[in-house]
């Protein structure tokens, strides 16, 4: 992969030296120690136990989904293969998996997985491009992650790929016997509503991604979520209007009644404590400063 170069500048320019963690048990525990400051995934259990192995560290993100982190510990070490057999065996048994959420984070959080787009992120010093080709043409939500450690006791995390992948519908609320079950997932909302309706979505997508290469789509069932590190912006459809939650602090927003809203004590599904309700486009061109703060401040 394309090598990355740091330079210190407070005294002149001096180029930071990089190095491997000695012992990749001490990366598993920083990760573990910081995973929601590093990826916006709550830490559930490290090394837990599955049919014929491990898992390095298990959490779950910010939009209630599954994530299994594998860490590359040997040259020759296929994390990736892994990951694919460990994402494979949490699919089949959902109900172990939600045991542990209940244990953890308790049963409203558990009832409120969302099996769509179970991920697993893989981090290790150095990926190969056939890595990145084997990634790609798996079309699973497998991301890749590299990472250097620097004499100043400076981390960087490098995120390599950003999955395109169809998430997974199929009984995706009966799963856990919710009342999403019978709700209109995203994707079947966005067929039915009109035509002016859906281009007014096109656009928003088109707006939000066009902020930045580092920005990634995350099709939930009930909500598409943009996200860098974390959600920058959740969408959610309805017939006549298209809600918005940012990851913006509602009292340094002048709040307009029937446009914006502070959604900090109210219950919503997605991420963010503003919304914004779009209902044409007017209300697209004025929701698009605040939009680029989202993009900026996170």
Same mark, same amino acid.
């Given at each position: 992969?394309?090598?990355?170069?740091?330079?210190?500048?407070?005294?002149?320019?001096?180029?930071?030296?990089?190095?491997?963690? *000695?012992?990749?048990?001490?990366?598993?525990?920083?990760?573990?120690?910081?995973?929601?400051?590093?990826?916006?995934?709550?830490?559930?259990?490290?090394? !837990?136990?599955?049919? @014929?192995?491990?898992?390095?560290?298990?959490?779950? &993100?910010? +939009?209630?989904?599954?994530?299994?982190?594998?860490?590359?510990?040997?040259?020759?070490?296929?994390?990736?293969?892994?990951?694919?057999?460990?994402?494979?065996?949490?699919?089949?048994?959902?109900?172990?998996?939600?045991?542990? *959420?209940?244990?953890?984070?308790?049963?409203?959080?558990?009832?409120?997985?969302?099996?769509?787009?179970?991920? *697993?992120?893989?981090?290790?010093?150095?990926?190969?491009? !056939?890595?990145?080709?084997?990634? @790609?043409?798996?079309?699973? +939500?497998?991301?890749?992650?590299?990472?250097?450690?620097? &004499?100043?006791?400076?981390?960087?995390?490098?995120?390599?790929?950003?999955?395109?992948?169809?998430?997974?519908?199929? @009984?995706?609320?009966?799963? %856990?016997?919710?009342?999403?079950? $019978?709700?209109?997932?995203?994707?079947?909302?966005?067929?039915?509503?009109?035509?002016?309706?859906?281009?007014?979505?096109?656009?928003?997508?088109?707006?939000?991604?066009?902020?930045?290469?580092?920005? *990634?789509?995350?099709?939930? $069932?009930?909500?598409?979520?943009? $996200?860098?590190?974390?959600?920058?912006?959740?969408?959610?459809?309805?017939?006549?209007?298209?809600?918005?939650?940012?990851?913006?602090?509602?009292?340094?927003?002048?709040?307009?009644?029937?446009?914006?809203?502070?959604?900090?004590?109210?219950?919503?599904?997605?991420?963010?404590?503003?919304?914004?309700?779009?209902?044409?486009?007017?209300?697209?061109? $004025?929701?698009?400063?605040?939009?680029?703060?989202? !993009? %900026?401040?996170?």
């Amino acid at each position: 992969m394309a090598e990355i170069k740091l330079f210190s500048i407070n005294e002149g320019v001096k180029e930071c030296t990089s190095s491997e963690v *000695v012992l990749e048990k001490e990366l598993q525990m920083l990760i573990e120690q910081n995973m929601e400051i590093f990826f916006g995934v709550r830490f559930l259990k490290s090394e !837990y136990a599955v049919t @014929n192995g491990r898992m390095d560290s298990i959490g779950i &993100d910010e +939009n209630n989904s599954p994530v299994i982190f594998e860490y590359k510990r040997s040259q020759n070490e296929n994390v990736i293969n892994q990951g694919l057999f460990y994402l494979d065996w949490l699919l089949d048994h959902k109900a172990d998996f939600k045991l542990l *959420v209940i244990d953890k984070l308790g049963m409203e959080a558990a009832d409120s997985i969302d099996w769509s787009v179970p991920c *697993v992120i893989c981090v290790a010093h150095d990926f190969t491009k !056939y890595d990145m080709h084997a990634v @790609n043409q798996m079309q699973r +939500n497998i991301k890749l992650v590299s990472y250097r450690r620097y &004499d100043n006791g400076m981390l960087l995390l490098e995120h390599l790929n950003a999955p395109n992948v169809k998430p997974i519908m199929e @009984n995706a609320g009966a799963e %856990n016997g919710t009342k999403n079950s $019978k709700q209109k997932t995203h994707l079947e909302k966005l067929a039915m509503i009109s035509e002016n309706m859906k281009n007014l979505y096109h656009s928003i997508c088109d707006f939000i991604e066009s902020l930045g290469d580092d920005i *990634v789509s995350n099709q939930l $069932k009930l909500y598409l979520a943009y $996200k860098k590190v974390q959600n920058m912006v959740c969408i959610e459809i309805y017939n006549k209007q298209i809600i918005l939650f940012l990851k913006l602090n509602p009292e340094t927003v002048e709040l307009e009644n029937g446009f914006t809203r502070d959604m900090r004590s109210i219950g919503h599904y997605g991420t963010g404590d503003l919304q914004i309700t779009i209902k044409n486009a007017a209300d697209f061109e $004025k929701a698009k400063p605040l939009l680029q703060r989202a !993009y %900026n401040e996170i």
